[in-house]
């Protein structure tokens, strides 16, 4: 193997992603795919990583109906390792800046944890249910889809400076992933999977397809 000018991730950092990614997922055909080979696949990313040539591959594109009609972009299994490579390295910093009942994907949180914080609000909200009390049921109309990717980026990279104090080549390969992620359009190398006819279901709004090159 040819030796490096740089290493801005090692290899123990990026398997540990790897484990991430195909935990609950063992069963899934593209994880079963990756382990076929998985150490010369990583050892190809390893490199790619950190002669920063890496590039997003591929996305798989389908419609869900439940609970409703939703357009899904599915990133490939080795762009998911990079997915949790860059959130490995922000997450404990991000943790302390989160609102505590905020529960998505988070260390610690999830379903049940919300479902029991939710009883005790509302027991104390109602006085152990002795007095009436009320729940707004609220959404942002297409959230995801509104989203400035410039912007986002811009607030993100200003973070990992002034909130987690990231420096040098620690910085500089962080930033690089982020930029690839973000500015990475999907739309332009996608696949789309099942019956196609499931989009006309699909309102004009929810899709990403019909969005400004930047946003969503």
């Given at each position: 193997?040819?030796?490096?000018?740089?290493?801005?991730?090692?290899?123990?950092?990026?398997?540990?992603?790897?484990?991430?990614?195909?935990?609950?997922?063992?069963?899934?055909?593209?994880?079963?795919?990756?382990?076929?080979?998985?150490?010369?696949?990583?050892?190809?990313?390893?490199?790619?990583?950190?002669?920063?040539?890496?590039?997003?591959?591929?996305?798989?594109?389908?419609?869900?109906?439940?609970?409703?009609?939703?357009?899904?972009?599915?990133?490939?299994?080795?762009?998911?390792?990079?997915?949790?490579?860059?959130?490995?390295?922000?997450?404990?910093?991000?943790?302390?800046?989160?609102?505590?009942?905020?529960?998505?994907?988070?260390?610690?949180?999830?379903?049940?944890?919300?479902?029991?914080?939710?009883?005790?609000?509302?027991?104390a909200c109602s006085e152990n249910?002795?007095?009436?009390?009320?729940?707004?049921?609220?959404?942002?109309?297409?959230?995801?889809?509104?989203?400035?990717?410039?912007?986002?980026?811009?607030?993100?990279?200003?973070?990992?400076?002034?909130?987690?104090?990231?420096?040098?080549?620690?910085?500089?390969?962080?930033?690089?992933?982020?930029?690839?992620?973000?500015?990475?359009?999907?739309?332009?190398?996608?696949?789309?999977?099942?019956?196609?006819?499931?989009?006309?279901?699909?309102?004009?709004d929810k899709s990403w397809f019909?969005?400004?090159?930047?946003?969503?």
């Open positions: 193997m040819c030796k490096l000018e740089k290493e801005y991730v090692s290899y123990e950092e990026l398997y540990q992603a790897y484990l991430d990614c195909r935990r609950k997922k063992r069963n899934s055909p593209s994880c079963i795919r990756f382990e076929l080979d998985e150490n010369v696949k990583l050892y190809r990313l390893y490199y790619r990583l950190n002669e920063l040539k890496y590039e997003v591959g591929l996305s798989k594109v389908f419609i869900i109906k439940d609970p409703v009609v939703r357009e899904i972009f599915a990133a490939d299994f080795i762009d998911r390792i990079v997915h949790h490579l860059l959130m490995n390295r922000i997450t404990s910093c991000l943790e302390k800046y989160l609102y505590s009942d905020s529960y998505s994907c988070r260390i610690g949180k999830g379903t049940l944890y919300g479902i029991q914080r939710c009883s005790d609000m509302m027991n249910y002795q007095k009436e009390c009320y729940v707004l049921k609220c959404d942002i109309k297409s959230f995801f889809l509104s989203i400035d990717r410039k912007l986002l980026y811009q607030i993100t990279h200003e973070f990992l400076i002034n909130q987690c104090h990231f420096e040098g080549d620690y910085l500089c390969f962080t930033d690089y992933l982020l930029k690839q992620i973000l500015f990475d359009d999907a739309r332009e190398k996608c696949v789309f999977v099942g019956k196609k006819a499931a989009i006309r279901e699909l309102p004009c019909n969005r400004e090159r930047f946003m969503g």
